[in-house]
């Protein structure tokens, strides 16, 4: 590939940056020249002339400058020198991602920081040399990763430079997140040591947290001057870098409304959005992307059913089962059936460790019940649930059953076919997809005999002053114009999520809830609010003699991301006498390292009551 590179000629009202100091203009040069390199290709040869140049030279410290023009030195030269404006606009451009030509249709691609496939295929560090060599020291210790995004290292070519550029006793860049701990830069971190028992992702490869951290750039930020321990995920999750990127190219490339119309921004605008309904149908379990419906998320899901199958099906004197483990979004939208159509709510009971009584369940259940709706996962205490039993003796009694899955979907594998769920539902933001995006699985012949929720565009076959046609499901269901953008986010998270694995992932967050768990225990006057065996990623807890807002905000001032409150869950909460609990909750992108913080600072607050 040819590539242009800067000359020693400044723009004529540009002066020379003082002695000492780099020169912003061949720094972007490079850099710029760098970014626009893709994945698995080598750098342009014209890096060469631009680290020749006297600007280049400004930029380099005295000590780093030989090793990059070393490393320079055998690439072929083929650029010219840019003008003056060509000169202002690589500058422009290295202050932005580069636009990359892309498929109509988005192929999936290997952008993650990850083991590759084929863990036996050694780098040959020894062999490299110039700056590929410096690249593989960089890396050492991470060999097998793939093909990695903009948002990191490419191929290695960028640790080096930047590594020339600044060596460990300079400033470090601004824009450019540092370590303080080990004053490494995020994506330069060297090999690690693997911790004993850490989850297997195949044949001779690891779980490696600290390559899969890097996907997310938000995980860089420091808090109150200390790195981001983000201990919030139960109530959000953050976005990998091919999620975030996804998005920039959606509304760059293919924004537009969907379906009908014959332009080419609608074809790729509808191709998209249908093609992130065929991934999250593939992700449930679905037998068709018609069983998928967009929504806003769970709570919208659960409205949706509670007006459609609920106003259809549930009348008076009727009974609607849910358990205490609920989400508010899983006990008002029936409350508000019930009292219209008058219908009653049952309710299951918990034990002391918070998991639901199957035989108290079981007398629940009568020829009356028409919908039995419940967790998969507690947000409050983490309990699993033994859903697949729900359902059955729900099926049994002649029930549908309505399985939240907004806590599940991003720790288990979930096969909706496999549980017989008539609905499921799940928030994308729960599974490191945008906000204001969610899903509903129905069984296709069910969703079928139900009337719309809302009306107007999108949901119509035909519409006269007399009668109004419907369009089948999906559509039926997705009056308006949706929120495509994040819909075609959520199909990139979900491809995400599939890529690591979701066995992979559970492994690994149950190997650290057992870890955190034991940390916490140790505490001294702290009492941990569900104990259930089969648990997800969520400890709830309470401290003696603080209000739980208190601990929240000491752990903040440690960087640490917790939630403090009643998590939406009062009903399960007053169950145990607390009206209010500290709950970190766990992702796979955590760490041991982030679980020591956590418990050393609680410690602290331990002894100083």
Not at 11 to 34: K, R
Not at 330 to 340: D, E, F, K, T
Request: proline share 6%.
């Amino acid at each position: 590939m040819t590539i242009q590179t800067a000359t020693n000629n400044a723009l004529p009202h540009q002066a020379a940056p003082p002695a000492g100091l780099p020169d912003v203009n061949a720094l972007a040069t490079l850099a710029n020249q760098i970014f626009s390199t893709l994945p698995g290709k080598e750098l342009g040869a014209g890096l060469q002339q631009a680290a020749g140049s006297e600007s280049a030279t400004r930029v380099l410290p005295q000590t780093a400058a030989p090793v990059l023009e070393a490393a320079l030195a055998t690439d072929a030269l083929e650029a010219q020198a840019p003008s003056g404006r060509q000169l202002g606009q690589q500058r422009q451009a290295f202050l932005a991602p580069p636009t990359l030509p892309q498929p109509r249709v988005p192929e999936a691609t290997p952008g993650f920081y990850f083991l590759s496939d084929n863990p036996t295929q050694q780098r040959q560090d020894s062999a490299d040399s110039g700056l590929a060599g410096l690249a593989s020291q960089a890396l050492t210790g991470q060999q097998h990763l793939s093909d990695q995004p903009f948002a990191g290292a490419i191929k290695g070519e960028l640790e080096a430079v930047i590594g020339a550029l600044f060596p460990p006793d300079s400033a470090p860049v601004s824009g450019v997140a540092q370590d303080a701990a080990s004053g490494q830069y995020y994506f330069l971190e060297q090999g690690h040591q693997w911790r004993e028992g850490a989850p297997q992702l195949g044949a001779g490869s690891r779980f490696d947290v600290h390559a899969v951290r890097r996907d997310f750039p938000i995980l860089a930020e420091r808090v109150k001057g200390k790195p981001l321990v983000w201990l919030d995920n139960a109530a959000t999750t953050h976005k990998p870098q091919v999620v975030i990127d996804r998005l920039a190219y959606f509304y760059a490339h293919e924004n537009s409304n969907i379906h009908r119309a014959a332009h080419e921004l609608a074809a790729r605008a509808t191709d998209a959005y249908e093609g992130a309904r065929n991934s999250v149908a593939r992700f449930l379990g679905a037998k068709s992307p018609a069983e998928i419906v967009f929504t806003r998320g769970a709570t919208e899901a659960i409205n949706l059913i509670a007006n459609t199958f609920g106003r259809k099906y549930i009348g008076e004197g009727d009974e609607i089962v849910v358990s205490q483990l609920e989400h508010h979004a899983n006990i008002v939208p029936w409350q508000q059936l019930a009292a219209s159509v008058g219908a009653k709510i049952r309710v299951i009971p918990v034990d002391d460790s918070g998991q639901i009584l199957l035989d108290e369940y079981r007398k629940l259940l009568s020829p009356r019940t028409r919908l039995v709706s419940i967790t998969q996962v507690s947000n409050a205490l983490g309990t699993v649930t033994p859903v697949e039993q729900v359902i059955a003796l729900a099926h049994q009694a002649g029930a549908r059953v309505l399985i939240d899955g907004a806590q599940a979907v991003s720790h288990l594998k979930v096969n909706v076919q496999a549980l017989d769920a008539d609905f499921y539902v799940f928030s994308g933001h729960k599974v490191f997809a945008p906000t204001g995006i969610g899903a509903v699985y129905g069984k296709a012949e069910l969703l079928e005999t139900l009337p719309p929720w809302q009306g107007g565009g999108n949901m119509i076959a035909d519409v006269t002053f007399e009668k109004t046609l419907y369009q089948p499901a999906p559509a039926r269901f997705e009056a308006g114009t949706g929120n495509i953008a994040d819909a075609v986010g959520l199909g990139a998270a979900v491809d995400y999520v599939e890529r690591l694995g979701l066995d992979n992932i559970n492994r690994y967050e149950h190997e650290l809830l057992e870890y955190a768990t034991e940390q916490l225990i140790r505490i001294p006057g702290l009492r941990l609010i569900g104990t259930a065996a089969n648990k997800a990623s969520v400890l709830s807890f309470v401290l003696s003699g603080y209000r739980t807002e208190e601990v929240g905000n000491a752990l903040n001032r440690e960087g640490i991301a917790v939630r403090s409150g009643h998590h939406c869950a009062q009903p399960i909460l007053r169950r145990f006498g607390v009206e209010t609990t500290v709950r970190p909750s766990l992702a796979f992108y955590n760490t041991h390292e982030e679980v020591d913080l956590l418990a050393a600072t609680l410690h602290k607050l331990a002894k100083g009551r």
